[in-house]
Nanobody, 123 residues
């Protein structure tokens, strides 16, 4: 059974950093694109970054470019999202998702989702 579990969320002050993890089980991470999405209360779920299957190429939306880094550890079957220079506007529930052969951040391309982890940026 394919499963994704996010962890690493929490409360952080503006300007701080967090590392989110997305642990995969039931499938080989290298065969899937893994995307990170977030959803703030009352807002649509938005894609922020993905790491592509196979070659591991990455993509970021402009708002997080230079502050967030996505990476993959195939030995641990885990994808990470390192977030720095966090802003209150980054407060959201963060989700990882897996899609076979995906090269976009369109949420409906992704078939498998974790339950999310809360990130709160506040002083």
């Amino acid at each position: 059974q394919l499963q994704l579990v996010e962890s690493g969320g929490g409360l952080v002050q503006p300007g701080g950093s967090l590392r989110l993890s997305c642990a995969a089980s039931g499938f080989t991470l290298n065969n899937y694109t893994i995307g990170w999405f977030r959803q703030a209360p009352g807002k649509e779920r938005e894609g922020i970054s993905f790491i592509r299957f196979g070659d591991g190429s990455t993509y970021y939306i402009n708002y997080v470019k230079g502050r967030f880094t996505i990476s993959r550890d195939n030995t641990k079957n885990t994808v990470y999202l390192d977030m720095s220079s966090l802003k209150p506007e980054d407060t959201s529930v963060y989700y990882c998702a897996a899609g076979e052969g995906v090269t976009t951040l369109w949420r409906y391309d992704y078939d498998y989702w974790g339950l999310g982890t809360q990130v709160t940026v506040s002083s």
